[in-house]
C-alpha cells in the first residue's frame, strides 16, 4: 500500500541551529503536503502546508521544500528555540492522507 | 484559523462500560470527520471517516460495532467506544475537513485520553 517514511526519528540540536526533517512518499497521486507539530498530550497542529505546484513554501523560521520528481519533501526550521520541541509529523496527501511516523525534536538551550 | 474542539480530554472508565467522545468544529462547516488512534510515541492510526449524514467508512480491522461513529450534523461528530476493555485505553483524536476547501486541510482536535481499568 501507499507510505510515507520520515527520517530522522529523532533529532537533536542545539538552540540556535537549524533543523531538517526529510520524508518520502510512494503514491505518484499526492498533491497535498502538510506538516503537523504535536506537543505532549496535544493534538497535532498544523503548521505548514504545500501544494504540488509550489517547490517551496517559507513561514518566518519554517520553510517546507517538494521535489516531485524524486516524491521527497522537507521542513526546515532556522534558528530553533526550545518551544520547537515536539513531534513533528509529516503528511501525503491523494485519495488519503498518508502520514509519517514522526520525529521527536529536542531544542537544547 | 480551523479551530476544533474534543470532550472529554480525558476519561477512566470502567471495563465493559462505553464511553462517548465529542468532536465539534467550531468556526468552520466540518463535511468530513476523521477519528485517529495514536499508541504512545507512535504514529496517527486512521479507524475511520465520516461526511455528514453518511455512515461512516472504516478502515480494514477497526471493528464498526465496537467504535459507533455519527456525523449527524456538519459541526459535530461522535465516537462512542461500546464495551470497552484495557486494550482500547488509548489516545483518541478527530480531525475535520471541509470539501469546499482546495486540498481538504484537515484540523485536529485536542485529543482524547480513554484509559480502562
Known amino acids: 500500500g501507499e507510505n510515507v517514511e520520515q527520517h530522522p526519528s529523532t533529532l537533536s540540536v542545539q538552540e540556535g541551529d537549524s533543523a531538517v526533517i526529510k520524508c518520502t512518499y510512494s503514491?505518484?497521486?499526492?498533491?497535498?503536503f502538510p506538516w503537523y507539530k504535536q506537543e505532549l498530550g496535544k493534538g497535532p497542529q498544523l503548521i505548514i502546508d504545500i501544494r504540488s505546484n509550489v517547490g517551496e513554501k517559507k513561514d518566518q523560521r519554517i520553510a517546507v521544500t517538494l521535489n516531485k520528481t524524486a516524491k521527497h519533501f522537507s521542513l526546515h526550521i532556522t534558528e530553533t528555540q526550545p518551544e520547537d520541541s515536539a513531534v513533528y509529523f509529516c503528511?501525503?496527501?491523494?485519495?488519503?492522507?498518508?502520514f509519517g511516523a514522526g520525529t521527536r525534536l529536542f531544542v537544547k538551550a | 484559523g480551523a479551530v476544533v474542539s474534543q470532550h472529554p480530554s480525558r476519561v477512566i472508565c470502567k471495563s465493559g462500560t462505553s464511553v462517548k467522545i465529542e468532536c465539534r468544529s467550531l468556526?468552520?462547516?466540518?463535511?468530513?470527520m476523521f477519528w485517529y488512534r495514536q499508541f504512545p510515541k507512535q504514529s496517527l492510526m486512521l479507524m475511520a471517516t465520516?461526511?455528514?449524514?453518511?455512515?461512516?467508512?472504516?478502515e480494514q480491522g477497526v471493528e464498526k460495532d465496537k467504535f459507533l461513529i455519527n456525523h449527524a450534523s456538519l459541526t459535530l461528530s461522535t465516537l462512542t467506544v461500546t464495551s470497552a476493555h484495557p486494550e482500547d485505553s488509548s489516545f483518541y483524536i478527530c480531525s475535520a475537513s471541509n470539501r469546499g476547501w482546495d486540498h481538504y486541510e484537515q484540523y485536529f482536535g485536542p485529543g482524547t485520553r480513554l484509559t480502562v481499568t
Open positions: 465520516s461526511n455528514e449524514g453518511s455512515k461512516a467508512t472504516y
Open positions: 503514491d505518484s497521486a499526492s498533491n497535498y
Open positions: 468556526d468552520f462547516q466540518a463535511t468530513t
Open positions: 503528511a501525503a496527501k491523494g485519495f488519503k492522507t498518508i
